[in-house]
Nanobody, 119 residues
């Protein structure tokens, strides 16, 4: 059984930083892509960032480009989302996901972690 477990969410002031982690287990992921998505209250879930399991081809939503960095530690099967210069508009539940398709790495999902940015 595949499990993705996020951690690292919390409350931070605008301009601050947080690092989210996503620990993956239950299968071999070497051919997969890890993605981060978020869902704000009353809004649809949206793409944030993604990266191939070998660390190649990171991609970001325009809204986070230059502020967020996605990375992955293969040895630990753990992905990270470093979030800097946070804005109140970044407030959302952040979800880790994984899948084989680079354009839609959404085969498996984590439970989500809340990020709240105060102004």
């Amino acid at each position: 059984q595949v499990n993705l477990v996020e951690s690292g969410g919390g409350l931070v002031q605008a301009g601050g930083s947080l690092r989210l982690s996503c620990a993956a287990s239950g299968r071999t992921f070497t051919r997969h892509v890890m993605g981060w998505f978020r869902q704000a209250p009353g809004k649809e879930r949206e793409f944030v960032a993604k990266i191939r399991w070998n660390g190649n081809t990171p991609s970001y939503a325009d809204s986070v480009k230059g502020r967020f960095t996605i990375s992955l530690d293969n040895a630990k099967n753990t992905g990270y989302l470093q979030m800097n210069s946070l804005k109140p508009s970044d407030t959302a539940v952040y979800y880790c996901a994984a899948g084989l398709l680079y354009n839609s790495p959404t085969q498996y999902w984590g439970q989500g972690t809340q990020v709240t940015v105060s102004s």
